[in-house]
């Protein structure tokens, strides 16, 4: 099955500066790579999601980057704020979702 | 449109009790999904539902776990007896259609087992 590793498990950031998290997959067969976040007492919510046969997408501060050949993708966010304290998790699929371990984002005001 | 619901929030039972969780998809939502995130660890797949057939259980723990979705709308998630390593937050999820559509979670439910 997909094996999932997210790096690192918690990331402190100055408010302003960008905080970015990565993660390796293990499952050539996923072609979908979505990115949720969680804040405290709320359920994850879809943020941004890419497909295999895009590099890159971004939306507004958030962007993120895919290398199908050594299978890791990563999240940018820039310019962090501090309503972007929370976790993060990465997931990779062909249809059921394999979740990293999750980062733990604290932005620092 | 109205959100994925899970029911109860929070339940804290005894090891040995039943327990019965529920969880109402998007409407229209025929893919419907049960994840389970034990303390620290990631969130792990539990078992997919196309409808109100199950379309893949390979996640669920062992014979103590059922789930159900009489009807294709609702689904239960029952643990009978509870052990204490059945703790943890489950989550369902729903999308429209499977593969690589979007899946929307439910809050969860946080399960104490003492």
């Known amino acids: 099955g997909e094996n999932v590793e997210q790096h690192p498990s918690t990331l402190s950031v100055q408010e302003g500066d960008s905080a970015v998290i990565k993660c390796t997959y293990s499952?050539?067969?996923?072609?979908?790579f979505p990115w949720y976040k969680q804040e405290l007492g709320k359920r994850p919510q879809l943020i941004i999601d890419?497909?295999?046969?895009?590099g890159e997408k971004k939306d507004q501060r958030i962007a993120v980057t895919l290398n199908k050949t050594a299978k890791h993708f990563s999240l940018h966010i820039t310019e962090t704020q501090p309503e972007d304290s929370a976790v993060y998790f990465c997931?990779?699929?062909?249809?059921?979702?394999?979740f990293g371990a999750g980062t733990t984002v604290t932005v620092r005001a | 449109e109205a959100g994925v619901t899970q029911f109860p929030s929070h339940s804290v039972i005894e090891k040995g009790q039943t327990v019965t969780l529920r969880c109402d998809p998007i409407?229209?939502?025929?893919?419907l999904y049960w994840y389970r995130r034990v303390m620290g660890k990631e969130i792990k797949f539990l078992l997919h539902?196309?409808?109100?057939?199950?379309?893949?259980e390979s996640g669920m723990p062992n014979n103590r776990f059922l789930a159900e979705r009489t009807g294709g709308t609702y689904s239960t998630l029952k643990v009978q007896p509870a052990e204490l390593e059945d703790s943890g937050v489950y989550f369902c999820?729903?999308?429209?259609?499977?593969?690589?559509?979007?899946?929307?979670f439910g809050p969860g439910t946080r399960l104490t087992v003492l």
């Open positions: 997931a990779a699929t062909d249809y059921k979702l394999s």
């Open positions: 409407s229209g939502h025929d893919n």
């Open positions: 890419i497909r295999s046969n895009v």
């Open positions: 999820a729903s999308s429209r259609s499977g593969s690589t559509d979007t899946q929307y």
């Open positions: 499952d050539s067969a996923s072609n979908y």
């Open positions: 539902f196309v409808k109100e057939s199950k379309q893949d």
